[in-house]
């Protein structure tokens, strides 16, 4: 048999080895299982709305209320002033429409004070408020149609909701970004029957241009409620891979006319913001303990035969102490590997699994490369201890030293290079200054990367990607190399 | 043929072993004797390949035990005193393993396994945890994986110890079947009788430096017999008369002739024409251990 692949089974087939594995996987099982208990409570409100209001021969209020597919949803709908209903309706497509007899300056009036749209349906309950304030409300023509305001549903929480450009005035338009489909509202003059929408998405920081690289939206599903050409539309879009803005332009042909409107955009929707979150959570526990079983693994290979003697009975074989070096210590690296492919891969498919969002790609590969060189890094360390060190006794001392320094400590020490805890920016930079320094690094650089691309972290100035990737692979190079260099020499006795 | 060359090991300050020489040629077995401390396993050690002498070479047929270690693991067998496995390791799985650094695939290794421990009585403990295994059990299952490569030289350190007489009578006869196939052997043992049995020469090592090398005959001569007898009655004229062959006392009823230079019938003769009853007459060679320590002694 071949040593190393004999090696490799002591190493990964031990008994301590799949047990923990087991254990820490069930463990970050149950961790992703309980981040998604607690957003699935906070997602059972799937009512959503989108609505506008004008005055045209009384007051007119269109809306829209759906699901988090885009999908209309049936339910009743009440409009309240000051608190009192003033009009209700009930809908079984998601599409209603309301009119009362306020005129303009009673609708001006009741503006300023606030009038509501709630909506409630087998899904939940959900309310649009239309106020108005610091508007010259008086200034208002009172004409037919002196006043449209269009306002989306705000209170959807992990779902894909874009608000369109809404601030204090009156807007003829607004949209909602839902799954791949763009739900449109326009209030616009009537007669204008066929206008189009182009979106497209843009990284500039506010879009007052449209972008260069526009597409024209395809109509899915148009309801007219309101004058000829106006209502709620469903086109379908192409959702975008990056972050930045999403910009919908409406050309309106009669009038030769265009109107832009824009809104944040994430790649990432609110809920995916939360389960990307939840996977480095699901790998912390094996990480942050799993070195603990490498350090019982040094032992027994490395640590235990040199201080025994039984190195010496090995040694004897025809075979250089390179080798044995190598063997040993590739058999703890193919170990490190597959133990962090193992855990990597269980806890992505139990998120896709309780989701039914799979993480992306490179989300899997950084929590790999994370763990196995969190991993790899200790692994390192201790092989030279165990060398540095033959007493079995002292190597296990001063391993255990190290650990607990590497993982308690060394956020101790970044508090206190800042001065105290309240200067959070400097924690935060020092954190990361002093996880160049640590053999575990590469797991926080891991979480770093992930949570900025879900944008729940800032760029932070000293994680340079170069310096990432050199200091985890320095501490796990230089340590095991000196290690080898003095094994070849060392006195077994 | 095992050739040791001016061989030094310190252990800091401590010089372990101090320029020491000798070869352990084919088809000899060499004894390896010294007190505790005196160094002999450290060479043994470095023989085998697993320490590294600060000075000094080490060849094992030709093969530098340094810069040619695989070839010489290949052609060396060793039975460590005590012998030190990975506890946790069970023999047969861990002969298998072993195996696989002398290139022996996993099935030929597995009979290997079978027909060696059936032929050195570890047949029925193949299963078992190298850490459960008797003193004798683990020194046999050395001898199994030295047996390996059917190497042309074996090194036995203090292979005696601890082993019931069956198991001593077992090495001694393995020793002497691998001198007669030719193979070189060194034995290192402090039960010193066992090789005055079976050793063709003595390698005596003292304080890390070898002080003598001798063959059998010359460890025979180095100190010459004494004639045992025991009569009816001791007499001065008898003493008198025993003197011309030696050096001759009264202990515990005998008389002893130290350094007898005479014949044991002429002494018989003798005796009997002084009208004295012979009833014990023995001719005992001084002992190794007896040839150590005046070694040692002449050291000083």
Not at chain 1, 62 to 79: A, T
Not at chain 1, 357 to 379: A, E, K, Q, V
Not at chain 2, 41 to 49: E, K, L, N, P, W
Request: a neutral charge; proline letters at 3%; charged letters at 15%.
């Amino acid at each position: 048999m071949n040593p190393l692949i004999y090696d490799f089974r002591r190493t990964f087939l031990r008994f301590s080895v799949l047990f923990f594995l087991a254990i820490f996987i069930l463990a970050g099982i149950g961790i992703v299982y309980s981040s998604y208990s607690s957003i699935a409570k906070n997602i059972t409100q799937k009512t959503n709305m989108i609505a506008g209001i004008w005055e045209e021969n009384g007051t007119n209020i269109i809306g829209y209320i759906f699901n988090n597919q885009g999908d209309g949803v049936s339910g009743k709908v009440e409009v309240l002033v000051n608190g009192s209903l003033i009009g209700s309706t009930s809908t079984q497509t998601g599409y209603f429409r309301l009119k009362f007899p306020l005129n303009g300056s009673e609708l001006s009036k009741d503006l300023e004070k606030g009038i509501k749209v709630v909506a409630s349906t087998s899904l939940g309950y959900v309310e649009v408020p239309f106020q108005v304030q610091y508007i010259q409300i008086g200034a208002v023509q009172p004409s037919n149609q002196f006043i449209s305001i269009v306002h989306e549903n705000i209170s959807v929480n992990y779902f894909n909701s874009y608000l369109g450009y809404f601030g204090y005035a009156p807007n003829n338009e607004a949209f909602s970004l839902v799954d791949g489909k763009l739900i449109f509202l326009y209030l616009g003059n009537s007669g204008e029957v066929n206008y189009s929408v182009y979106y497209g998405y843009s990284n500039l920081s506010e879009v007052s241009v449209f972008p260069v690289s526009q597409t024209s939206a395809t109509i899915s599903k148009t309801l007219m409620f309101a004058g000829t050409g106006e209502g709620i539309s469903i086109f379908h879009v192409k959702m975008s891979k990056t972050n930045g803005f999403f910009t919908v332009k409406l050309v309106l042909p009669k009038s030769n006319e265009t109107s832009i409107i824009s809104s944040r955009y994430s790649a990432l929707i609110p809920l995916e913001v939360d389960v990307m979150s939840s996977f480095p959570s699901g790998v912390s526990l094996f990480a942050t303990l799993f070195p603990i079983i490498f350090l019982y693994l040094v032992y027994s290979m490395i640590s235990k035969p040199l201080g025994s003697g039984a190195m010496e009975f090995l040694l004897a074989r025809p075979i250089t102490r390179d080798s044995i070096y190598i063997n040993r210590f590739i058999a703890g690296t193919l170990t490190a590997i597959l133990s962090s492919g193992i855990l990597t891969l269980s806890i992505g498919l139990t998120i896709s699994l309780l989701y039914g969002i799979s993480p992306p790609f490179n989300f899997y590969g950084l929590i790999f490369l994370g763990i196995t060189g969190d991993i790899m890094g200790f692994f390192s360390l201790y092989t030279l201890l165990a060398i540095l060190i033959k007493k079995t006794s002292g190597y296990l001392g001063l391993s255990i030293v190290f650990y607990l320094i590497f993982t308690i400590f060394w956020g101790t020490l970044a508090l206190l290079l800042s001065g105290g805890m309240f200067n959070l920016s400097a924690i935060e930079r020092n954190e990361y200054l002093l996880d160049y320094f640590n053999p575990g690094g590469s797991l926080s650089f891991s979480e770093y990367y992930i949570l900025r691309a879900i944008g729940e972290v800032n760029s932070i100035s000293v994680v340079n990607p170069a310096f990432v990737v050199v200091s985890s692979l320095l501490w796990i190079i230089v340590p095991s190399i000196i290690g080898l260099i003095r094994f070849r020499r060392m006195n077994l006795i | 043929m095992i050739v040791i060359e001016n061989v030094t090991k310190h252990f800091g300050d401590f010089i372990a072993v101090n320029d020491v020489s000798f070869t352990v040629n084919n088809g000899e077995i060499v004894g390896f004797v010294g007190l505790n401390g005196a160094g002999k396993t450290t060479t043994i050690r470095m023989i085998a390949g697993v320490l590294i002498q600060d000075n000094g070479r080490i060849k094992v047929d030709d093969h530098d035990t340094i810069s040619e270690k695989k070839e010489v693991s290949k052609n060396l067998g060793w039975v460590p005193e005590l012998p030190i496995f990975e506890q946790d390791a069970k023999a047969w799985d861990y002969f298998v393993y072993l195996a696989g650094f002398y290139g022996i695939s996993s099935n030929d290794a597995k009979r290997m396994a079978r027909q060696l421990f059936d032929e050195l009585g570890l047949a029925g403990f193949e299963k078992r945890k190298l850490a459960t295994y008797s003193q004798g059990m683990k020194k046999r299952f050395s001898l199994a994986v030295s047996l390996i490569s059917n190497p042309g030289n074996f090194i036995f350190d203090e292979v005696f110890n601890g082993l019931d007489p069956q198991g001593i009578q077992f090495f001694r006869d393995l020793a002497s079947k691998f001198r007669n196939e030719g193979k070189a052997i060194l034995l290192s043992s402090h039960i010193l009788s066992e090789l005055e049995s079976i050793a063709d020469k003595i390698v005596f090592i003292h304080k890390g430096r070898i002080i003598k090398q001798m063959s059998m005959d010359e460890v025979r001569r180095y100190v010459s017999p004494s004639l045992k007898i025991k009569v009816d009655r001791v007499s001065v004229e008898l003493i008198d008369y025993l003197s011309k062959y030696g050096k001759v006392r009264e202990e515990g009823g005998y008389i002893i002739i130290d350094n007898f230079n005479g014949n044991t019938a002429d002494v018989s003769k003798e005796i009997s024409a002084l009208n004295l009853n012979l009833y014990e007459m023995s001719v005992s060679s001084s002992s190794l251990e007896e040839v150590f320590f005046k070694v040692i002694g002449d050291q000083k």
